[in-house]
């Protein structure tokens, strides 16, 4: 699978930004998807997840009720849908596929397939 991540830029706080995820290759309806980002000096964490079919989505604790996961597998495109984005939310954002049984899953290491990373800035 391949993984192409845009979308990214720059937006006051409080703004909202649309990324994409396309993939190609295998067939991505038969994986899930999760967004990760890392922010300068920082780890890796995790932001999002959706499953393979798209009935569940998953999302770290400071971006629950802000950020919206979905996908079209029709289009083999993911969508995190961010709204009301504060200066913290600044990092480079990775999409990453993980094989279906592990959908959901907050640990990188269980990704096996990995996107170039967009960046998003937010201004305060």
């Known amino acids: 699978v391949q993984l192409q991540a845009s979308g990214g830029g720059l937006v006051q706080a409080g703004g909202f930004l649309r990324l994409s995820c396309a993939a190609s290759g295998r067939t991505f309806s038969w994986y899930g998807a999760g967004w990760f980002r890392r922010s300068p000096g920082k780890e890796r964490e995790f932001v999002a997840a959706?499953?393979?079919?798209?009935?569940?989505?998953y999302y770290a604790d400071s971006v629950k009720g802000r950020f919206t996961i979905s996908r079209d597998n029709a289009k083999n495109t993911v969508y995190p849908q961010m709204n009301s984005l504060k200066p913290e939310d600044t990092a480079v954002y990775y999409c990453?596929?993980?094989?279906?049984?592990?959908?959901?899953?907050?640990?990188?290491?269980?990704?096996?397939?990995w996107g170039q990373g967009t960046l998003v800035t937010v201004s305060s």
């Open positions: 959706i499953s393979w079919t798209g009935g569940n989505s």
């Open positions: 990453a596929a993980v094989w279906r049984g592990n959908s959901g899953s907050y640990d990188p290491s269980q990704y096996e397939y």
